[in-house]
């Protein structure tokens, strides 16, 4: 692995960078998330964590024992994985869904292609898109996300969409079923939901009233006391991906660290930022510059951003290609979010782009010096 | 030249008697089959509606872009008393996950569901593919067209677990297709009157 | 003898999934049940044994230049004879395997032992390869859906074999499903193979 940093010709430096004092590293940036997914879902969202965490370990030393190739579990980047994997289900989710998603991240993401360094996709998001193909609904459906948002701060919003009472305050009677939406789904599916006509026409009897409900929450979508919401994370979603505050604490230290690089991150999430701006609204909204907002807040995107298309075996080596590859990611997000059949594209984004990535390498390599362009 | 010449005329001669077989093959047996098909689309609608005669109407629709021009439905009467309407029969297509989900569909005079089937889908097996079981058909009996819609969407039709997009399909083919007969249906009604009694 | 060997051989020793690995279209595509395996299976033994004696026996009449043209049009006219003679006189049947006959077409095992096998055999011995080839494959094909349909749906040929708390993991009668199923039973076999 370590040779694979190297792109360009000599001479080169040594720093102390390796394998375990990147993995382990990484695992700290994670822990900020996961002290907010214990505060909003409680002690289960720590166990599903170390499930996830000690299943793709042991997947890990099974699979090299029966290679016989050296056991790497201390170099944490199976654990990493498991706990990545983790972060990407619902706290509410069966304790056996980390444990098989982990063991298949491991074993067909990882150790089928030689294990670390020759995994051609992320591990842990080729678990995440297992978990989704195989049991859908405990991946998607509604109220697994909701169920345990008791705690006395979430009781504040329905689903941190903040002003709700103030739309309408009997959403309840008028409209059951924009009530239902907007209290049992993600922000995001939120979102989605609002853009497909054959939801809105039906909300009620009266066309009109369809048009102002679907528009007053969509807005509420990305109106500042939401967008609070969504930053400290007081939201429904996945265990590791809802809090924003956390994730960039996480971010931050590996920046600092020089773990991470910024090209990437701040590509990506500024692809999705400029197309949402002009692409995201629904019919009668108009242009705001709080959506946006909205769309890199909700859903899995700082998690996916910063923690996971950085991963360095599954993303480009050259500064260009890494440009190249992050405004990849950002197109494939807000096409699958605005367009596609899934609320979030997050994870098959760059899945997507991990794929690709071969492709960025070779068109994007500086020619060595003196040699001849064909 | 000549000799390839004489292999084309070789290719030739076995595609002229591959053809020939086929014609003949065909010739006696669409005749059957097509009277196969007949017997098996009566038996399907009797299942749906039994003791009952079927008249087919044909609508004529205004001209669309993506829309046929003319759809069929068939009036169910009863067998011991031809002026008592026991309801209709409908065909409905849509595109599902992966084809075309063709379904007939039972209603009585209300226009509520009595039963329907898919009869045509290609759909994912084990998932969308469950579309043509008893227990898929099962979900829709009873409901009224105004509740015609899956679960996701506000209605009262269970989606099948993974296969949402096959169950939109089915339920909304059905209802798009319930919404054009009961026009013509009522335009009938008013103009014929004796029809009602 | 001959004719007994070239009978078994398709079976095991060059089974046409595992190892000539032909026709993966079919085997992908119809292994999310048994019962479609099976009626996959026997459609397409039924029609590689009539083609490969059908070949075996226009082998002396064809030119070699344009064989392979000519076994398509041999293969495409016999599967939609079959076709359309069961839609007509054994509907019952029809309904059931149906839906395989015209992805039999596509079955390159069918190409793949008239050229092999059958263009180069006598008619006896042809048949016998044709009966072989076709067992190995329903055989194998039944294996792969064992798999898909146990894990995707707890059933096995429609009965329900693990409990009906069983979570059923969906991903199995999925196309990715099939890849990954087949890939772990070429790996299991490659592996026993070099053991041996």
Redesign the interface.
């Known amino acids: 692995m370590k040779d694979k940093f190297i792109v360009s010709p000599a001479p080169h430096l040594h720093d102390r960078t390796s394998i375990p004092n990147v993995m382990w590293n990484v695992v700290i940036a994670l822990l900020p998330a996961l002290v907010f997914a214990v505060y909003y879902w409680g002690w289960r969202s720590l166990w599903l964590t170390l499930l996830g965490a000690l299943s793709a370990v042991l997947t890990e030393a099974l699979i090299q024992k029966l290679r016989k190739v050296p056991i790497t579990i201390s170099d944490g980047s199976a654990f990493l994985t498991g706990m990545l994997l983790s972060y990407n289900i619902s706290a509410n989710s069966p304790w056996w869904l980390p444990v098989l998603g982990a063991a298949f991240a491991i074993a067909v993401g990882k150790q089928v292609f030689g294990g670390l360094g020759n995994n051609p996709v992320n591990p842990a998001l080729l678990g995440r898109a297992f978990l989704l193909a195989s049991w859908p609904s405990l991946m998607t459906s509604g109220d697994t996300w909701i169920k345990t948002l008791s705690r006395p701060f979430s009781q504040a919003s329905i689903n941190g969409i903040s002003n709700l009472d103030l739309i309408h305050q009997n959403l309840q009677t008028v409209a059951p079923k924009a009530y239902d939406l907007v209290t049992s789904a993600t922000p995001l599916k939120v979102a989605q939901t609002l853009r497909d006509s054959s939801f809105v026409n039906t909300i009620t009897s009266s066309d009109s009233l369809n048009s102002v409900i679907s528009n007053n929450i969509f807005t509420s979508l990305f109106d500042l006391g939401t967008l609070q919401q969504l930053f400290w994370g007081n939201v429904g979603g996945c265990i590791g991906e809802v809090s924003v505050f956390a994730l960039l604490l996480g971010a931050a230290y590996l920046l600092w660290k020089n773990i991470i690089e910024w090209r990437i991150p701040l590509f990506y999430i500024g692809t999705v930022f400029v197309l949402t701006f002009f692409l995201g609204g629904i019919k009668g909204t108009g242009y705001s510059l709080m959506l946006p907002f909205f769309h890199i807040f909700a859903g899995g995107l700082m998690l996916g951003a910063f923690f996971m298309a950085t991963d360095y075996t599954t993303s480009p080596l050259t500064k260009k290609g890494r440009v190249i590859y992050a405004i990849g990611c950002g197109l494939m997000t807000v096409i699958i979010r605005l367009w596609g059949g899934y609320p979030e594209g997050v994870s098959y984004s760059i899945l997507f782009m991990n794929v690709m990535t071969p492709l960025i390498d070779k068109i994007t390599m500086p020619k060595a010096f003196g040699r001849i362009k064909k | 030249m000549k000799f390839y010449l004489k292999l084309g005329f070789i290719l030739l001669a076995f595609c002229v008697v591959a053809t020939a077989i086929l014609a003949y093959v065909n010739s006696v047996t669409k005749p059957r089959i097509d009277e196969l098909k007949r017997v098996a689309a009566q038996e399907a609608m009797a299942k749906l509606i039994p003791n009952a005669e079927f008249s087919d109407v044909v609508i004529h629709l205004p001209e669309g872009a993506s829309t046929p021009d003319s759809l069929v439905y068939y009036i169910a009467t009863a067998k011991a008393d031809s002026t008592k309407i026991l309801g209709y029969i409908l065909s409905a297509e849509k595109h599902g996950y992966s084809s075309n989900v063709k379904t007939m569909a039972a209603i009585d005079t209300e226009f509520k569901l009595i039963n329907i089937k898919v009869i045509e889908q290609a759909e994912t097996p084990g998932l969308g593919a469950n579309c043509s079981s008893d227990s898929f058909a099962e979900r829709f009996k009873g409901l009224l067209p105004e509740k015609l819609l899956v679960d996701k969407d506000g209605g009262e039709v269970k989606a099948m677990t993974g296969a949402t997009i096959t169950t939109r399909a089915v339920t909304n083919s059905i209802r798009e297709t319930i919404a054009i007969i009961r026009k013509d249906i009522e335009s009938r009604a008013n103009t014929l009157p004796e029809v009602e009694a | 003898m001959s004719f007994f060997k070239e009978l078994t051989k398709g079976i095991i020793k060059e089974n046409p999934t595992f190892v000539i690995v032909l026709g993966m279209c079919p085997t992908l595509a119809t292994t999310?049940?048994v019962k479609?395996a099976i009626g996959m299976g026997i459609a397409a033994t039924f029609v590689l044994i009539c083609s490969n004696i059908m070949i075996s026996l226009i082998k002396n009449i064809?030119?070699d230049?344009?064989r392979i043209?000519?076994y398509v049009?041999?293969i495409?006219?016999f599967v939609?004879?079959v076709d359309?003679?069961m839609?007509?006189?054994l509907?019952d049947l029809h309904k059931s395997l149906g839906?395989f006959i015209p992805l039999i077409v596509v079955n390159c095992i069918i190409l793949g032992r008239a050229e092999a096998f059958a263009n180069k055999n006598n008619v006896l011995n042809s048949m016998a390869d044709g009966i072989g080839m076709g067992l190995g494959f329903t055989l194998s094909l039944s294996v792969v859906a064992t798999i898909r349909?146990l894990l995707?749906?707890g059933t096995w040929l429609d009965m329900r074999i693990l409990p009906q708390s069983y979570?059923p993991?969906?991903?199995?009668?999925?196309a990715?499903g099939a890849f990954?199923t087949l890939g772990f039973l070429m790996a299991a076999i490659n592996m026993l193979k070099e053991k041996r």
Do not use: D, H, Q, R
Request: glycine share 2%; charged share 5%.
């Open positions: 999310t049940s479609n064809t030119p230049k344009i043209p000519v049009v041999v495409a006219a939609s004879v359309m003679a839609a007509a006189y509907p839906l349909e995707g749906n979570n993991m969906l991903i199995a009668i999925l990715p990954f």
